[in-house]
């Protein structure tokens, strides 16, 4: 076995892997495309509807049954299947991905939304705001840092499964992976694995960051009952409502 | 002015919340709804700004039915108090306070200016302005919720149980503060509490809900405590009522009476009197009141009682007289020397004379 770690060792460090229009870096740039990509569209679907469920409470029920459905649906068996639908090219297994991807989103900033302090938003009402103020300057300020929690688990499922893209000629570090399976080049596709997981442990480091800069600056800001809401991410009950249908 | 017509809400499946509700809110006056739990009391308060809207009958501001305008600019109108303050956590203080203005459409240059003098209205800091409400204590969160209902200046307050959550002392505080501004600002508030006694201080008007949401009674709080309509308000009203009654009875004519005194300053005591042998009131320099000495001890000092201010009500004479550790309530200048004592005997000798003046009278 050690012969193997040593072999992806060698095969990281081998320079001619990381220059060219199939070195690392190239699949590194791609593999994040295909992320920002999905996740561009997938957030563009999944927040508003979030935002209406969350506020109106309306249409809760088919939200958790339809993330409950499309969480038990085959990542590559949707790829292949938008594939022989819509044909080879970047935008079928986007789509198949995106389908994979808004479940946790939509999940996240519904549970966002109803985790802001009831009190809070009748007060928000009872002062003379309207239902879209409510929203926009009462709800969603408070329920961002809940929703960032299922936006930080959308990204590293897509991290994670976006390599399979690379099964239809797409790049992307999941080449490594199939390409290695093909050749049985086993430091390849162990190689490639590692870099995949390194790359989502940076890209979540980067965006907690991004959380601690932009979204809560001092705990203080925020009131006891939005600091709970923040920390019960790590609630078993919470983080089951914000990762439902997520596929890990 | 308020009017309830004939005004029921009935939930679904359930027994009605408000009852056939008929009442008139006097302009600039304070209003009190109270009740047990479940007397529909909040869901009446709720009905006004149209947070819920009734199943039947009609609301009348001023003569105009509330549903004839949009409810968040109806809303807009009213300044509304919550027991949760229910400020936002995400803004701070003044932001918080501006709310309304910058919904009017108000600069928020002026909103914020407008937020710093209602700071001054509700007694706080402006140090407090640019922290955040789970920075502030209950009471100044309380404080902010007010200040916050008055921003846009309008006429009516609704006041949903605001002091419950905060402790007897801070709500004592906010009672009376309430009241000075009230003195200045003569609003038409309609505030609902469970606390009979909190009714009674701050009312003008109290009006009590029976269980199943109807209106047991609606009458000054003095008449309210001394002939409740039935059993029913008899019962709420509860065990003190008499006492309590008493704080509507005038002081006028208790006699205070000299007090032998022993004056400390600068940790030295000293007897201005030769009535040694008795209990003694420890006072400063100034004349303001410390504490008694019981005969025999004079440098022990004995913590007194509450304190009674000529004008106040017979409440306040009897209490301090009953709560005195020498049975003798001390009374206070407007400047808080003391003027002498009274005795409690004497108190319930003028509360008897003062009852055969009314029973004469009928």
């Given amino acids: 076995m050690s012969s193997v770690f040593s072999a992806t060792f060698a095969w990281l460090a081998d320079p001619l892997h990381w220059s060219g229009s199939m070195g690392i870096p190239t699949r ?14 997938a957030t563009a679907i999944a927040v508003p509807v979030g935002l209406f469920v969350g506020h109106t409470g309306r249409g809760r029920v088919a939200v958790v049954a339809l993330a409950g459905a499309l969480r038990a649906l085959p990542t590559l ?25 808004v479940p946790p989103l939509l999940a996240g900033t519904y549970a966002g939304i109803s985790s802001v302090d009831r009190n809070v938003v009748d007060a928000a009402r009872a002062v003379g705001m309207t239902e879209l103020q409510v929203l926009f300057r009462a709800e969603l300020p408070n329920a961002l840092t809940v929703m960032f929690g ?49 790359l989502a442990i940076a890209v979540d480091l980067v965006l907690s960051l991004f959380q601690r800069l932009f979204l809560a600056p001092g705990a203080s800001k925020l009131s006891d009952r939005s600091q709970e809401a923040a920390v019960d991410l790590t609630d078993p009950v919470v983080a089951e409502t914000v990762v439902q249908g997520g596929k890990s | 002015m308020i009017e309830f017509q004939s005004v029921t809400k009935q939930y679904p499946g359930g ?18 709804f109270v009740g047990p739990s479940g007397c529909g009391k909040t869901t009446s308060l709720r009905m006004i700004n149209r947070m819920v809207e009734p199943t039947s009958g009609t609301i009348t501001v001023d003569g105009r039915d509330v549903t004839s305008v949009p409810a968040a600019e109806l809303r807009r109108s009213m300044g509304y108090v919550m027991q949760s303050a229910g400020l936002l956590p995400h803004r701070s203080v003044l932001d918080n306070i501006a709310t309304v203005p910058r919904l009017n459409g108000v600069s928020k240059r002026d909103a914020r200016k407008r937020a710093e003098e209602l700071l001054d209205v ?11 409400p789970s920075q502030l204590s209950g009471g100044q969160q309380q404080r902010v919720g007010v200040a916050r209902a008055l921003a846009a200046d309008p006429p009516v307050l609704l006041m949903d149980e605001p002091f419950s959550a905060v402790d007897p002392v801070v709500r004592d505080e906010l009672q009376q503060e309430l009241l000075r501004l009230q003195k200045d600002l003569a609003k038409t508030i309609v505030f609902v509490t469970h606390d009979i006694d909190e009714a009674t201080i701050l009312g003008d008007k109290v009006a009590v809900f029976a269980t199943g949401g109807k209106l047991a009674q609606y009458a000054a709080p003095e008449e309210i405590l001394r002939a409740p309509a039935n059993n029913f308000v008899a019962s709420f009203v509860g065990r003190d009522r008499g006492f309590r009654h008493l704080g509507f009875t005038s002081s006028d004519g208790v006699a205070i009476h000299p007090v032998p005194t022993i ?20 006072v400063d320099a100034d004349k303001r009141p410390l504490g008694w000495s019981a005969p025999g001890t004079e440098t022990q000092l004995i913590p007194g009682g509450s304190l009674f201010r000529p004008g106040e009500s017979l409440r306040r004479a009897l209490d301090a007289a009953l709560s005195s550790p020498s ?24 509360i008897e004379e003062a009852r055969q003046v009314r029973q004469a009278a009928l």
């Fill in chain 1, 28 to 41: 590194l740039a791609e593999h994040l495309q295909y992320t920002g990509l999905v996740m561009l569209i």
């Fill in chain 1, 77 to 101: 068996g949707l790829l292949i299947l938008f594939v022989l639908l819509a044909g080879i090219g970047l935008m079928p297994p986007v789509w198949a991905l995106v389908i994979l991807t």
């Fill in chain 1, 150 to 198: 299922g936006f930080r688990t959308g990204v590293l499922q897509v991290i994670a499964t976006v390599s399979v893209v690379a099964y239809i000629n797409l790049g992307g570090l999941g080449r490594y992976l199939f390409d290695g399976l093909v050749l049985s080049d086993f430091p390849q596709m162990l190689g490639g694995s590692l870099l995949i997981a390194a």
């Fill in chain 2, 15 to 32: 027994q009605p919340a408000v009852d056939g509700l008929s009442m008139s809110i006097a302009k600039g006056s304070v209003t009190v």
């Fill in chain 2, 122 to 132: 509700v007694g706080l800091a402006h140090s407090l302005g640019g922290r955040y």
């Fill in chain 2, 263 to 282: 004056i400390r300053s600068s940790g030295r005591y000293e007897s201005d009197s030769s009535a040694a042998g008795g209990w003694q009131l420890v």
């Fill in chain 2, 327 to 350: 049975g003798l309530g001390v009374a206070l200048d407007a400047e808080g020397r003391v003027l002498g004592v009274v005795r409690g005997g004497e108190v319930l000798a003028l």
